[in-house]
């Protein structure tokens, strides 16, 4: 089973996950712990997480993770809720150079 390490709040956390997990899921049923995230759609951002390690083991950033992320998928920015893992990993969502994106107001007319 792949082993997770996650950087963030000053702590780490380190679990096994089964093979294709996603994070976000695991969180949403508490198997994942401090692992931040909202919508789990690829919307909001806030699972935005920093791959330090194993990054060649995940699939290629999808068209959400490039829109939301632009540039940052170069330097390793994903977005957890899009994420499968399917080796062993090292996260962060400490310090991340990037804010979550602001909902945008509603343009009704
Ligand atoms: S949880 Fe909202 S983009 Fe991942």
Known sequence: ???VKLHVDGTIVEQEVKENANLVVLAGIRQFPKLKYGCGMGRCTKCTCQVIEG???LAPPNWKEEKMLGDK?????????????????????ENLSIEPIKKQPSTTA
């Open 55 to 57: 990054a060649e083991g």
């Open 73 to 93: 998928v170069k330097e390793n920015y994903r977005l957890a809720c899009q994420m499968t893992i399917t080796q062993d990993i090292v996260l962060s969502q």
């Open 1 to 3: 089973m792949p082993n």
